[in-house]
């Protein structure tokens, strides 16, 4: 495989792992999406996301959290894992030792 050129945010040594992702999140059944463009979407998505335990600073936060109002449906990730929840206030003063 051959990588000619990869976006700006993107280390160049992260080139080739994220294109064979790519084609094994493809070739797979995993990745939601009606057509291939779709797909290669939520791929590219997924493996750009910002994961769990990764401390964010609060511009980082911010940004992140109005680049999600601007998304169709900014309750669920590419796989359908929602990321977004409602809980009552008594839920969470429950989860928090106040209930």
Known sequence: MRV???PAPLPAT???ALVG??????AG???PGATLRERAAASLSCQAAIKKNRALS???AE???ADLAG???????PHGRPIVLRLPHLEIERRIGRR
């Not at 992702?21 to 493809?26: R, S, T, V």
């Open 21 to 26: 992702q790519l084609f094994a999140d493809l």
């Open 71 to 77: 998304v169709q449906d900014p309750h669920r990730c």
């Open 58 to 60: 609060r511009a980082e």
């Open 14 to 16: 992260r080139a080739s």
């Open 4 to 6: 000619l050129g990869v």
């Open 29 to 31: 059944s995993d990745v």
């Open 63 to 65: 940004h992140l959290l």
